[in-house]
């Protein structure tokens, strides 16, 4: 069993930047690909953005290419969602999960609790 916790997540204005972290346990993380989801209230989960084990191969959905940088350190069983030029329509409930292959849809193994982020206009 993995388990993810995530980090970072606050309120902020248009504009900002914030910083999640995923920090795994109980597994090989780099064994695992990772991907962001968000849900916004009303929403049905999403994807954001997903990371292969190697950090190789990267997906953003559309609306956070060249806003969100997703990255991962395997030596620190981390991986990171780095989100500027934040806007009001980024206010989510932000999650991360692991699955054996990177994949694109919602069927990943194990999912964190999930950390708010909030953007104020």
Not at 111 to 120: A, D, I, L, P, Y
């Amino acid at each position: 069993q993995v388990q993810l916790v995530e980090s970072g997540g606050g309120l902020v204005q248009a504009g900002g930047s914030l910083r999640l972290s995923c920090a795994a346990s109980g597994g090989t993380f780099s064994n695992y690909a990772m991907g962001w989801f968000r849900q916004a209230p009303g929403k049905e989960r999403v994807l954001a953005a997903a990371i292969s084990r190697s950090g190789g191969r990267i997906y953003y959905v559309d609306s956070v290419k060249g806003r969100f940088t997703i990255s991962r350190d395997n030596a620190k069983n981390t991986v990171y969602l780095q989100m500027s030029s934040l806007k009001p329509e980024d206010t989510a409930r932000y999650y991360c999960a692991a699955t054996l292959l990177l994949r694109l849809d919602e069927g990943y193994d194990f999912w964190g609790q999930g950390t708010q982020v909030t953007v104020s206009s």
